[in-house]
């Protein structure tokens, strides 16, 4: 058991990696801080900071500041419109940043083998820095929970799963098809009232230009704080 997750995360990238491709590896941190709960009613937000710490772990590659505004249509049921800017430093040259609006769909699936399914759609409409075309790309996430002592949320076990699918080619590098996959294995501990943190490993495979693929090798901690 204790090498179950080594081994999902070794398959996970060999389905993931397309055949052929130069493959290039990282050790990351990513950390997450969301804030997210109901402005009115049933009307409700998020807002999200995440830098990123690549090339080894030696200094912050990426920063995602995101935001969304959403309406629970049911308990199980909630869609979001946001907005998000993602700053990449970029050695001895410009930053590139990106803008994106985003729709999000998240449902609650079930509860199945005690535990909880659910699923987030979210379609981007993408603007970079360094070219003129906008982006379209949608994500898929799967992401089962389930606590690792009956009746008690205090520690659950988690796993999750998400797709990129970019649905257009860009003038600053996008080709239409697969665009990464990432996969996610740990555990959610319960904070104080409604909030969580979220602790584990996550696998990023990434299609590059040029035929080149990235694996990124993630320790990743986020932070809900949930009103």
Same mark, same amino acid.
Do not use: C
């Given at each position: 058991?204790?090498?179950?997750?080594?081994?999902?995360?070794?398959?996970?990238?060999?389905?993931? &990696?397309?055949?052929?491709?130069?493959?290039?590896?990282?050790?990351?941190?990513?950390?997450?801080? &969301?804030?997210?709960?109901?402005?009115?009613?049933?009307?409700?937000?998020?807002?999200?900071?995440?830098?990123?710490?690549?090339?080894?772990?030696?200094?912050?590659?990426?920063?995602?500041?995101?935001?969304?505004?959403?309406?629970?249509?049911?308990?199980?049921?909630?869609?979001?419109?946001?907005?998000?800017?993602?700053?990449?430093?970029?050695?001895?040259?410009?930053?590139?940043? %990106?803008?994106?609006?985003?729709?999000?769909?998240?449902?609650?699936?079930?509860?199945?083998?005690?535990?909880?399914?659910?699923?987030?759609?979210?379609? %981007?409409?993408?603007?970079?820095?360094?070219?003129?075309?906008?982006?379209?790309?949608?994500?898929?996430?799967?992401?089962?929970?389930?606590?690792?002592?009956?009746?008690?949320?205090?520690?659950?076990?988690?796993?999750?799963?998400?797709?990129?699918?970019?649905?257009?080619? &860009?003038?600053?590098?996008?080709?239409?098809?697969?665009?990464?996959?990432?996969?996610?294995?740990?555990?959610?501990?319960?904070?104080?009232?409604?909030?969580?943190?979220?602790?584990?490993?996550?696998?990023?495979?990434?299609?590059?230009?040029?035929?080149?693929?990235?694996?990124?090798?993630?320790?990743?901690?986020?932070?809900?704080?949930?009103?």
């Amino acid at each position: 058991m204790r090498r179950l997750p080594l081994i999902l995360s070794a398959l996970f990238i060999a389905a993931a &990696t397309p055949a052929h491709a130069q493959t290039s590896q990282d050790e990351q941190v990513w950390l997450n801080l &969301t804030a997210m709960g109901s402005v009115k009613g049933d009307l409700v937000y998020l807002a999200e900071i995440q830098p990123r710490i690549g090339d080894g772990v030696s200094r912050v590659n990426q920063a995602i500041f995101r935001g969304a505004l959403g309406w629970k249509l049911s308990p199980t049921v909630t869609v979001y419109q946001g907005y998000a800017h993602i700053v990449s430093p970029v050695e001895n040259g410009a930053d590139v940043n %990106e803008d994106r609006s985003f729709q999000q769909l998240n449902w609650t699936l079930g509860k199945p083998w005690g535990g909880e399914l659910m699923s987030r759609t979210r379609l %981007e409409q993408r603007w970079r820095s360094d070219g003129d075309a906008m982006g379209w790309r949608v994500r898929e996430m799967l992401r089962y929970e389930k606590p690792l002592r009956p009746g008690s949320d205090a520690v659950n076990a988690l796993v999750y799963a998400e797709g990129f699918v970019a649905l257009n080619d &860009t003038d600053w590098g996008v080709k239409g098809g697969f665009d990464q996959a990432r996969g996610f294995v740990g555990v959610e501990l319960g904070l104080p009232g409604a909030s969580t943190a979220e602790v584990g490993y996550l696998a990023q495979v990434v299609d590059q230009r040029g035929g080149r693929t990235a694996v990124n090798h993630v320790a990743s901690l986020t932070l809900f704080f949930r009103h």
